[in-house]
């Protein structure tokens, strides 16, 4: 019987830590379905999920044990299997110049409406024209059954004046 696990991972950015982890788990007959990693200031991290046979599973710990050296740390949980949850998938985009509080407030609008963030990414580039450092972000969100996507998003928008940031939400077409 294969069960699925979630493990996360953090180390000072050198070569061949993927690579390390790829090949613990694979050893011990793993399957890698997913995962999202990056290299984030001097520090790589990463989150994937893997499927492994029930009975090699203290083994692969064992063996991931082995790979915390030098700083690398992981983490593994068991990945219980979640029902999907009733409501729209939407996707919010963020861009404007940086200061520090935009994920904070915008984060805190979406808290009280009690929409889940799904995904998260964001990043500071140099506008083209200006040079200006700009904040972009992008989220998948998961709205409650019942959330009026039009409601959170005059709240959004509020905020966003607030902030000098331009905001889209817009529901992902369903499947």
Same mark, same amino acid.
Request: aromatic share 2%.
């Given at each position: 019987?294969?069960?699925?696990?979630?493990?996360?991972?953090?180390?000072?950015?050198?070569?061949?830590? $993927?690579?390390?982890?790829?090949?613990? $788990?694979?050893?011990?007959?793993?399957?890698?379905?997913?995962? &999202?990693? %990056?290299?984030?200031?001097?520090?790589?991290?990463?989150?994937?999920?893997?499927?492994?046979?029930?009975?090699?599973?203290?083994?692969?710990? =064992? +063996?991931? #044990?082995?790979?915390?050296?030098?700083?690398?740390?992981? =983490?593994? &949980?068991?990945?219980?299997?979640?029902?999907? +949850?009733?409501?729209?998938?939407?996707?919010?985009?963020?861009?404007? !110049?940086?200061?520090?509080?935009?994920?904070?407030?915008?984060?805190?609008?979406?808290? &009280? !409406?009690?929409?889940? =963030?799904?995904?998260?990414?964001?990043?500071? $580039?140099?506008?083209?024209?200006?040079?200006?450092?700009?904040?972009?972000?992008?989220?998948?969100? #998961?709205?409650?059954?019942? %959330?009026?996507?039009?409601?959170?998003?005059?709240?959004?928008?509020?905020? !966003?004046?607030?902030?000098?940031?331009? $905001?889209?939400?817009?529901?992902?077409? #369903?499947?």
């Amino acid at each position: 019987m294969q069960i699925p696990l979630v493990m996360t991972i953090i180390s000072p950015d050198r070569t061949g830590l $993927v690579e390390a982890v790829a090949r613990a $788990v694979a050893g011990h007959g793993g399957n890698w379905l997913e995962s &999202r990693m %990056c290299r984030l200031g001097g520090e790589f991290a990463g989150i994937l999920r893997i499927e492994i046979p029930a009975a090699k599973k203290s083994a692969l710990l =064992v +063996a991931l #044990q082995k790979l915390q050296t030098n700083g690398l740390q992981i =983490v593994v &949980r068991d990945d219980a299997p979640v029902s999907a +949850a009733a409501g729209k998938q939407t996707k919010l985009e963020i861009v404007g !110049a940086d200061r520090p509080g935009i994920v904070r407030e915008i984060t805190h609008a979406l808290a &009280r !409406a009690n929409v889940n =963030v799904e995904e998260f990414s964001s990043e500071i $580039v140099s506008a083209p024209m200006s040079g200006e450092t700009l904040f972009k972000a992008s989220a998948r969100l #998961q709205l409650p059954a019942g %959330c009026d996507l039009a409601v959170l998003k005059k709240d959004l928008e509020k905020i !966003a004046a607030d902030l000098l940031v331009d $905001v889209s939400l817009a529901e992902f077409p #369903q499947k």
